[in-house]
């Protein structure tokens, strides 16, 4: 039970509604929404998270050079594997975008201790993350 | 019925054809961007909202891919991947004569 609320606890942490408004909050009081004091990496931080660092203007595509650049801090990679079918149109569209080599990739990895499956595109070439998300607490892609 | 189940039973699926159907539609489930969502019927209860209609068909698919393909919501690439996925699945049971129903039979019989 613990592990669904600290999972529950880090998908909230990048909500980025809640996180705007704890860097709103912190810039008037250096404090998050709750009063609870916050440092100035954390503002900082919350402030990435809302604002991606490669949004591609009216794409819809965002692009992260590591998955920390996403998750942050206490996110960690497990294992990966490949997924086994992906459609022309979603690589076209991403190699509009950044052209390379883009593959589909299911991770397992754990979020501050909890484990997590994320899924993304990823761009061999470029080292580029697109839309990474998490798709299910535990590992079930990896568990047959 | 929960994929992760779905995957371990697939050594009890004797037909290829079936075999090759219900791995695009675990596919299709994966790349959907939903939190938990890992239930067959869930899914395809999703996909019928999107579409609009409660016919899932490869023209259905094929449509809203068309679409949608460059809509600018963050979720909409994901979307197409689990809808092209599931549009394969349609087309490969349209070329081997093989209904819907008769896959979700084969996805119960599990």
Known sequence: MESIYSVADAINEFNPVANLWDVAAYAFTGKDRFGNKMSQGQAYLKAAVVLPIGKIGGSGINMFKSLTAKFGPGYSSVSVMQGKYMGIEVGQKLNQLSPGVWSKVYEAGTLNGAKVETHYFYNATTGEYANPFIKWSGWGSFNH | ?110
């Not at chain 2, 992760?4 to 037909?15: G, I, M, R, S, W």
């Open chain 2, 1 to 110: 019925m929960n994929i992760e189940y779905l995957e371990n039973n697939l050594l009890n699926v004797k037909d290829e054809k079936y075999l090759t159907v219900i791995n695009f539609i675990i596919d299709a489930i994966r790349d959907y961007p939903e939190y938990e969502l890992n239930d067959t019927a869930k899914y395809f209860n999703e996909v019928r909202k999107i579409l609009g209609t409660n016919e899932i068909t490869s023209i259905t698919l094929k449509d809203y891919i068309d679409k949608n393909a460059n809509d600018d919501n963050e979720n909409n690439i994901w979307i197409v991947s689990s809808l092209t996925s599931l549009f394969e699945a349609f087309d490969f049971m349209n070329l081997n004569k093989i209904s819907f129903e008769n896959v979700l039979k084969e996805i119960n019989s599990l």
